[in-house]
């Protein structure tokens, strides 16, 4: 993933969790760049801005307290290992272990002033499809240079899409991105002609 970024790039990281992989994007971006992470986890949320203010971060990062999806509104959000559990997923209807949480899609708040990325990092426990199909008109642009996405196949399974990965492939590959698995669950899709 880190060989798609570029100092001065944009990184989205969608699904951010306490904000890990948003400090190496933020190093890796330099001074010029930037980060957008988004969780719709509100503890997340406060232990990201918690990093943010204690680091050492030299790009702009900007955490985003809200789902990336394909359409804006509320969902619910399974906390069932806790609130700050990497496991947290979007879940297809109330439960008891559940908050209710923001979603929007990528491409309205790209239309509302969110900086474009260049690359973005995607891991959400099983709801890759629906972010992916909120970014209609951001991948259809040639701004998004890589899209790098844990696919959750048994998540999926569960969700009765067992047929979303090769979805996912087939939508990407249509947009003009080479896939690489790096392993079973990592993809990295590089648009042609841009590097």
């Not at 899209?147 to 569960?158: D, I, Q």
Request: with cysteine; charged share 25%.
């Amino acid at each position: 993933m880190f060989d798609c970024i570029r100092p001065g790039d944009c990184v989205w990281d969608v699904g951010a969790n306490i904000g890990l992989y948003s400090e190496l994007f933020a190093a890796a971006v330099g001074p010029t760049g930037a980060v957008v992470s988004f969780d719709p986890s509100p503890d997340c949320v406060a232990e990201m801005e918690a990093r943010r203010q204690a680091g050492t971060a030299r790009a702009a990062w900007r955490i985003v307290g809200a789902a990336l999806s394909d359409e804006d509104g509320w969902a619910w959000l399974s906390v069932a290992d806790g609130n700050t559990a990497p496991g947290n997923h979007l879940a297809d209807r109330q439960g008891n272990a559940t908050i209710q949480v923001q979603k929007c899609r990528a491409d309205s708040l790209v239309a509302s002033g969110y900086p474009p990325p260049s690359v973005i990092k995607i891991d959400v426990e099983g709801f890759e499809g629906e972010v992916l199909d909120g970014m209609g008109d951001l991948l259809a642009g040639r701004s998004v240079r890589a899209v790098c996405a844990e696919v959750h196949f048994g998540a999926l399974s569960k969700r009765g899409k067992p047929a979303e990965p090769a979805r996912l492939v087939r939508r990407l590959k249509e947009l003009d991105f080479v896939l690489t698995w790096t392993d079973r669950s990592h993809l990295v899709a590089r648009r042609r002609g841009v590097w």
